[in-house]
């Protein structure tokens, strides 16, 4: 199944317009994890930036499937 892969916070949004294609959702939280850790590396300084911020997978239909908030990882 196709998974789409947005970042929200309360008034901004970041869409992914392409996502991936995932076995099951213990894959898709697998790889939301991943993404979020690769974040954090990536700029260290903006993991202070975000509190309010969270990954939300969503379906092809844009249901969200699940959501996991950035500073819980």
């Not at 196709?2 to 929200?8: G, K, S």
Request: hydrophobic share 50%; aromatic share 8%.
């Amino acid at each position: 199944m196709r998974l789409y892969f947005h970042l929200a916070a309360a008034h901004d949004s970041i869409l992914d317009e392409i996502g991936i294609e995932v076995e099951d959702l213990d894959h898709a939280r697998s790889e939301a994890m991943r993404a979020i850790a690769e974040l954090k590396v990536e700029d260290s300084s903006a993991a202070q930036d975000f509190n309010g911020w969270r990954l939300e997978v969503t379906d092809a239909a844009g249901a969200v499937v699940f959501s996991i908030w950035l500073t819980e990882v």
